[in-house]
């Protein structure tokens, strides 16, 4: 991967300091550059605050930090809008994973809280990290994988496989079951895909299934309490809704990513880069 390279946004907070010291992990052991940039709009205080050459040195203060790891390390800064800008850097051939942070949902400086980090995420290819601004990083293990009826699925295991091999991790395959809900046939054989795919990658793995024990609409609350039982580093899902799913998911995958235990969430929408 030497010649790929993680795309951090930045607001020059905590919650992308945060994003900026995971993506750093990653880089070490994925052997790929980071590029560090920051969108400059009319809703920005450094827009109105500061001339362009200030977030010119605030960026390159966070590239000098990076460099000093020995990780290679560019900066950009981009005109317009986030939810533009963002994905038009990121779905960038080079480019094999984002990691942003998120202010979950309470004071935002640059609108990145957790519905519209979705927003973002939904228009990129490449797996995205997504990492709250109190996110103390230990390890990514184990990786806790929701199961989903997704037609894209196959994506988010490779994914998670890649993380997986990276980290040394175990991947729990999880699902929770209600009574008198069958589970779909989708469901059944995307599990078998990821049973098929992390064996044939050398994954260690676990399925977990689960009785429902909280009462809730969707499945979030319950799979964030296991993922916090077992100690789980990350959390796998696929940030665009299934149509099984369609009517509580939104409110589910802001709930894993505003998930009390700051546990960093990797998301991928399913399409392919063209």
Known sequence: MESKKIIVPVDFTTASGKAIALSMVIAKRAHCSITIFHVLNNDSPLKRKTEPSEVEDKLQALADKVGNEGINCQTVIANGNIFDEIPAIANQLENFMLVIGTHGVHGIKQILLGADIL???????????????????????PIVFPVGAHSGF??????????????????????????????????????????????????????VKDDSTIVSVGYAKQTIQYANSVGAGMIAIMSVKSAEHYYFAQADKENMINNPYNIPVMCLNGIENS
Do not use: W
Not at 130 to 138: A, G, L, R, T, W
């Open 119 to 141: 927003n973002i995420v939904r228009q990129i290819s490449i797996p995205c990290m997504i990492v709250q601004e109190d996110f103390v990083y230990e390890k990514l293990n």
């Open 154 to 207: 196959r994506q988010l295991i490779d994914a998670t496989a890649m993380m997986a091999r990276l980290f040394d991790a175990e991947v729990h395959i999880y699902s929770v079951s209600r009574v008198g809900e069958q589970m779909s046939d989708k469901i059944k054989q995307n599990i078998l895909l990821a049973e098929q795919v992390f064996d044939e990658k050398s994954i260690t793995y676990k399925r």
